[in-house]
């Protein structure tokens, strides 16, 4: 059996090193949910791991830990990102994340915030001139960008990503992994994602290994923190089983241990440009 790379290790202590945390911030007990909650989700640097139908990464450890604190059996299951909007829409999934709140999303959902993140431009170093602004990035129109279908920062960023669409420019990928093979391969110019996203996915896959100690982040001053968290569906949940799981996010986002996994495991600069507080 192949060993884990050294990075998912890295991440495994880190989740075990949370559950104090986790521990000190639970209330009271909880009734527990009615049924098992079906969490459909997508790679997503450290943050979700998938391997060998394995789910792992900081969202799936943690809420393992604090679903039994409260009752509730989670069942995960890997589905591409776009797939994910779909189920929630539909009401074939019982939470969303990680996710950015959003009007279209709000129909369906109750967001609660666990993290606060930005998109950024991320690139080979050395290959391209740095970009400072939306508004360079949009007249230097012989960069190629990438971004992942289905993932959404909020307005700043989808009115961004249709300015490129509208130039012909945007290439959309269906994984972080597939947007930093083309990035790899020079097939696009940079790459618009939140930067531990990008960065994960180059430490979990060894094709990508190249990439390691060669990438360059861009920060663009529009693109403006947001909050980043989790969805609860309202179309799928009896409001009983809604009150439980906000129970167990907030507990969550109180220990501030998402945040504290996420620093254990990527370097300062990287989570200074994409990871903060909510």
């Not at 369906?108 to 391209?128: C, E, H, I, M």
């Amino acid at each position: 059996m192949k060993a884990p790379p050294p990075c998912l290790w890295r991440h495994r202590l880190a989740a075990l090193a949370a559950v104090a945390v986790l521990l000190a911030a639970a209330g009271p007990a909880h009734a527990g949910c009615s049924r098992t909650v079906s969490v459909p989700v997508a790679p997503n640097g450290l943050g979700v791991t998938v391997s060998s139908g394995a789910i792992g990464g900081v969202y799936p450890q943690l809420l393992r830990r604090v679903s039994e604190q409260h009752g509730c059996q989670l069942a995960f299951m890997a589905v591409p990102r776009a797939r994910l909007e779909a189920l929630f829409d539909a009401g074939k999934a019982d939470l969303l994340l990680p996710a950015s709140p959003s009007a279209q999303r709000d129909q369906s959902g109750l967001f609660v915030p666990l993290l606060g993140a930005r998109p950024a431009l991320v690139s080979v170093a050395g290959s391209k001139a740095p970009v400072h602004s939306v508004a360079e990035l949009l007249a230097r129109r012989e960069l190629r960008v990438a971004v992942v279908r289905g993932y959404d920062y909020g307005s700043s960023y989808q009115q961004l990503s249709q300015a490129l669409a509208a130039q012909g420019r945007l290439v959309e990928e269906v994984d972080a992994v597939a947007m930093a093979r083309l990035v790899q391969a020079g097939n696009v110019d940079v790459a618009l994602i939140g930067p531990t996203v990008f960065y994960g996915a180059v430490e979990n896959d060894a094709r990508l290994q190249g990439l390691v100690g060669r990438l360059r982040i861009d920060v663009l001053p529009e693109l403006p923190w947001s909050q980043r968290g989790a969805y609860i569906s309202r179309r799928s949940l009896t409001p009983a089983d809604q009150a439980t799981l906000r129970a167990m996010l907030e507990q969550l986002a109180r220990s501030g241990a998402v945040l504290q996994n996420f620093q254990r495991s990527y370097q300062p600069d990287v989570m200074l440009a994409s990871m903060r507080a909510p």
